[in-house]
């Protein structure tokens, strides 16, 4: 229970955009009988990101076709096939699924208070000087041409 490799899938990389399922599932039969592969998609764009994975019936087939398709020329690409591996498991709380992706900030993540930049809204701290706008004391009467002017110089 300790191996972590799928011995029936392959992962077939430096796979050309235009390439589909039932091309891909064409060309590695001549390995066994497939029986599945998938061409994973961008999320955002909705194309194909360049690999996929081959599901053989069997352990042999799978092993057959690393020998048979690497380096094979598939749509003016040569593939890079391989024992597919298991996926690590993600921690929880991570991505889309149940229990969405909020995920709380951990030690060295942002909390307001917590040494990062303040939060909107936030009470000024200890350096902030009100009675000061860039280096220079508040007018308070007058309108505000006349605090320009002020500044400037002419009065």
């Known amino acids: 229970m300790g191996e972590t490799a799928i011995s029936n899938k392959v992962f077939v ?6 390439v589909t399922r039932d091309e891909l599932i064409q060309a590695f039969s001549a390995a066994g009988k497939v029986v599945d592969a998938k ?16 599901e053989f019936e069997d352990d ?13 020329d598939l749509k003016g690409r040569p593939l890079r096939v391989n024992e597919a591996e298991n996926r690590p498991p993600r921690p929880p709380g991570m991505g889309g699924g149940p229990g969405g992706g909020y995920r709380p900030a951990g030690p060295g993540g942002y909390r307001p208070g917590a040494g990062g930049p303040p939060s909107f809204g936030a009470a000024p701290t200890g350096d902030f000087d009100p009675s000061f706008e860039r280096g220079r004391p508040f007018k308070t009467k007058g309108s505000r041409r006349n605090i320009r002017r002020r500044k400037r110089g002419f009065d």
């Open 13 to 18: 990389g430096n796979l050309s955009f235009d």
């Open 39 to 54: 061409v994973p998609t961008d999320r955002e764009t909705g194309r194909p990101r360049g690999f996929a994975f081959v």
């Open 60 to 72: 042999e087939a799978a092993q057959k076709s690393i020998g048979l398709m690497n380096g094979k």
